[in-house]
């Protein structure tokens, strides 16, 4: 599993069309061990897990290969969980991929991840985003860490 991470980090790291990379940050925190992978196939204990003893890593991928959850039921459960996570006022965020048949959970803190946030939207980072991704995807996190 970190062979595949390492070359999806060099994906994720290669600029696009538009000079940017997907994820500029990746191969920097991949190259610095600040990334942890767990390779599960009970997704949401691992997740569970990590976002209870966070800290040591920057981000941690919480990743279950084959699947039996959908990428729209995976998006949504890490929705509703960052909602209680902001309620219940930790810093803490979660991001959901599927890629390459597993499906991912980032577990990162928000206050880091909206900082690299704003710095990249600065850098017109999002202009190819539509309203709705911008929205979903930016502004709802934006809301509710301030809260």
């Keep these: 599993m970190t062979e595949w991470v390492s070359g999806w980090v060099q994906e994720l790291s290669t600029p696009r069309k538009n000079g940017t990379a997907l994820c500029p940050f990746a191969k920097k925190a991949w190259d610095n061990n600040e990334v942890k992978v767990v390779e599960s196939q009970n997704l949401w204990e691992a997740v569970y897990k990590e976002v209870a003893q966070f800290g040591r890593h920057k981000v941690v991928l ?39 048949g597993n ?21 017109g980072y999002y202009t190819d985003y539509t309203a709705e991704e911008f929205e979903r995807l930016i502004n709802q996190r934006r809301k509710l860490i301030r809260n």
Aim: with cysteine; aromatic share 8%.
């Design 62 to 100: 919480c990743v279950q290969p084959a699947p039996e959850q959908n990428y729209v039921e995976l998006e949504a459960a890490c929705s509703v969980l960052n909602n209680w996570l902001a309620f219940d006022g930790q810093d803490i965020w979660l991001l959901s991929s599927e890629m390459h």
């Design 103 to 123: 499906s991912i959970v980032f577990v990162q803190k928000a206050s880091e991840l909206e900082a690299a946030s704003r710095s990249l939207e600065k850098l």
